[in-house]
């Protein structure tokens, strides 16, 4: 899906680019001057659509306040639509939430698999989406069944980890869908971006609804 990999890749290269951005100038500063601010990072939302407008998306989360975004000229939906754990094969590109474990593991608190080609987010960084949650984002190798369930060996630039997926976690394929989808009442995700400039505010390009109304598991 051409659309599908361009909005992916459109959005982290422009936060790569807003990174760079800052780092160039903070280069180009007088030597006395304070280093500059790191630019805030993207921020995953995942809540119940309240408004939709031309250009604009309203979802009040579990807690907290409603968050507004932007929406890009070009933004896309995405479904995610759940598969048997046995579909993760050898060379899958996949993002899951995990909790660190003391041998060092990951336990998945969900899987979501990448359309064929798309690679995004590649790493393994903090998430949100349970206290001490961490997202890790790479290439499956070896898959083996464990005792305590599916056993994935995860690859990315900076390393690996072996991810263990217990029973019954929710295991989703990213598919391609429509703007209709997107309305009031219905559960989302997305990764919102910080907007350059005074104005502020924040901007997406994607937005992920789980099939027939369930919400995302990301």
Known sequence: MPKLAATFVDAEDSMRLFLMLAAALAVAAPAVAQPAPQPPAPLPVRGVVTKLEAT?????????????????????????????????????????????????????????????????????????????????????????????????????????????VPPKVPVVQITGGTRPLVKAGVPVFFVAFPKPGAAGGLITGAVAVGENGAAPPM
């Open 56 to 164: 604009r998306l309203t979802v009040k989360p579990k807690s907290g306040k409603p968050v507004t975004v932007d929406l890009t000229p070009d933004w896309t939906v995405q479904v995610t639509k759940p598969i048997a754990v046995t579909e993760i094969k050898e060379g899958s590109f996949i993002g899951t939430s995990e909790i660190p474990q003391a041998d060092g593991s990951g336990k998945s608190l969900e899987v979501h698999v990448f359309p064929p080609g798309v690679k995004v987010g590649e790493g393994h960084y903090a998430w949100n989406l349970r206290k001490g949650s961490m997202m890790t984002n790479g290439t499956v190798g070896k898959v083996t069944a464990g005792a305590k369930g599916r056993e994935l060996q995860v690859s990315y630039s900076t390393g690996q980890r072996k991810i263990v």
